[in-house]
């Protein structure tokens, strides 16, 4: 059985601040890793995944993620928010096996202070 | 753009109705899965088709069925709708060819469903 966890439903962040949304998952295989960015009223975005390669991994818009399987954990960072960055956030996990269904987690909202 | 289109994008029905929800996925994607989000919550995986079959299914009552057409689009029909359904449905592809997990899915902009 596989789960995610997000830590903190909203996070508030200033303008060029650190963004940082934390995430810990439970997976009985090794797991493939997602975060998808929402923003309203749309669809979810692929921000970055990881597939067992690189434990750092780089997405778009300048965020990336730490693999760290001894804290089960994927937690995003971003150097300095933006404006544009205010938005859902959901990570998520996926089996190596068994099929596709990916389970999401239950989401955090990024607001950005001027 | 992810190429992956949804309709219609709102629709409104009345409790008991039926209602069906289609899905063009992108181009040389073979597999399409849906999920259910409800306000404030994470996508909830309602179930994957792979070639026209159903391969995989989350925890969802059987009013909700699918179809995926030669051409790989998809409906999600969804049955007696009760007030709990009014939710965003979203549809995602992906060539993740059945059974590999972890290629990456590419998601629509959703139908938002309302049952009054």
């Known amino acids: 059985a596989q789960s995610v966890t997000q830590l903190g439903s909203h996070v508030s962040v200033s303008e060029g601040a650190l963004v940082l949304l934390r995430c810990n998952y439970s997976?009985?295989?090794?797991?493939?890793l997602f975060w998808y960015v929402q923003y309203p009223n749309q669809g979810l975005q692929l921000l970055l995944k990881y597939t067992s390669a690189a434990t750092l991994v780089k997405g778009i818009n300048g965020f990336e993620a730490e693999f760290k399987k001894s804290e089960t954990s994927f937690h995003l960072t971003k150097p300095s928010a933006h404006m544009s960055d205010a938005a859902e956030y959901f990570c998520a996990v996926s089996a190596h096996t068994g099929g596709f269904k990916t389970i999401f987690g239950a989401g955090t909202r990024l607001f950005v202070k001027a | 753009e992810t190429g992956v289109t949804q309709s219609p994008t709102h629709l409104i029905k009345t409790r008991g109705q039926q209602v069906t929800l289609r899905c063009s996925s992108q181009?040389?994607?073979?597999?399409v899965s849906w999920y259910q989000q409800a306000l404030g919550q994470g996508p909830q995986f309602i179930f994957q088709?792979?070639?026209?079959?159903?391969?995989g299914r989350g925890n969802f009552p059987p009013r909700f069925s699918g179809l995926q057409f030669p051409n790989y689009s998809s409906e999600l029909n969804v049955n007696a709708l009760e007030l709990d359904d009014s939710a965003l449905y979203l549809c995602?592809?992906?060539?993740?060819?059945?059974?590999?997990?972890?290629?990456?899915?590419?998601f629509g902009e959703g139908s938002w469903l309302t049952v009054v």
């Open positions: 088709y792979y070639r026209e079959e159903e391969n």
């Open positions: 995602a592809s992906s060539n993740g060819q059945g059974v590999i997990s972890g290629n990456t899915i590419y």
């Open positions: 181009s040389g994607h073979n597999t």
């Open positions: 997976s009985s295989v090794p797991p493939y």
